[in-house]
């Protein structure tokens, strides 16, 4: 997947009082939004230079037309696996062949909700041995709340762990992968949301990290539900940007060094709803 430019995307808070806004706050159409986004379901969300507005407003238009039924475009990514098991169960896991498994992907998508962030962690592995268990990790976190991460129904078992690089969470697997072969286990941990401040605006932020030498996918996907504003997205930019059902999502590609992401948004007009992390596919 090609690569743009580490650029920051500014998106400037659009003023309230502004004639092309409804009653409420809501945009009521794009010129409301300002330069660079668009309206989507009465929230501004930037809109990469890359992306075409007139079929964005054709897509929009036609997923928040109740007679009509849409579904977003396939994409040839990533599978992600849906982390449903919640509260995960916990139990004893053997401790993974760390030192004889490599990285094969590494997907982290923050699924933005008006009460609490989702972060899902998909990671597959290859081995030279057989693989029934796996190492996930949320960095840089110091502690992890157990009763708040749910799994996949490839994980029958998590346990918590602490090392020098701070707490994981290791994964017992319903079916282990031979020597060659992949495995792949995925979990996500609901999170409190960004305290916002006096108007209304609250800021995620979180890390991108070059991805380990010799491996493959590493992507980190930032999804946003559709009625929120997001008035700015600083330091990497996303390489690519989808509609989704109810959710709008940029997508991260790794850098050659450490970056890290700002996302200043309001969600207090956004509308309700879980994301299909099936949808996604980075």
């Not at 969600?267 to 309700?272: P, Y």
Request: glycine share 8%; proline share 8%; net charge neutral.
């Amino acid at each position: 997947m090609a690569l743009v430019a580490s650029v920051a995307i500014v998106v400037a808070v659009t003023s309230r009082g502004d004639p092309h806004e409804v009653d409420d706050g809501r945009c009521a159409n794009d010129a409301a939004c300002g330069p660079g986004r668009i309206c989507a379901a009465g929230g501004c969300l930037p809109l990469l230079a890359s992306e075409h507005r007139g079929i964005w407003r054709d897509d929009l238009n036609a997923q928040l037309d109740a007679g009509v039924k849409w579904s977003p475009k396939r994409r040839s990514g990533v599978r992600l696996l849906p982390s449903t098991r919640c509260p995960a169960k916990r139990g004893k896991v053997e401790t993974p062949p760390l030192d004889k498994m490599r990285e094969v992907s590494r997907i982290d998508v923050f699924e933005v909700g008006r009460e609490e962030i989702l972060r899902h962690l998909q990671v597959s592995a290859e081995g030279s041995v057989w693989i029934d268990a796996m190492r996930l990790r949320f960095p840089p976190m110091k502690i992890l709340d157990m009763d708040r991460i749910c799994a996949s129904d490839a994980v029958v078992a998590i346990a918590a762990g602490k090392d020098a690089d701070g707490p994981f969470v290791d994964v017992s697997l319903k079916n282990a992968a031979p020597a060659g072969n992949t495995a792949t286990a995925a979990v996500a941990l609901r999170l409190a949301p960004p305290t916002p401040d006096p108007a209304g605006v609250s800021t995620l932020t979180f890390e991108l990290a070059p991805g380990p030498e010799g491996s493959g996918e590493h992507h980190t996907v930032l999804a946003v539900p559709l009625g929120a504003d997001v008035d700015a997205i600083e330091g990497a930019a996303p390489s690519r940007q989808q509609l989704l059902t109810g959710f709008a999502a940029y997508c991260f590609e790794p850098p050659k060094k450490r970056r890290e992401v700002r996302v200043r948004y309001r969600t207090d007009r956004a509308r309700e709803g879980a994301l299909d992390i099936t949808e996604v596919a980075p």
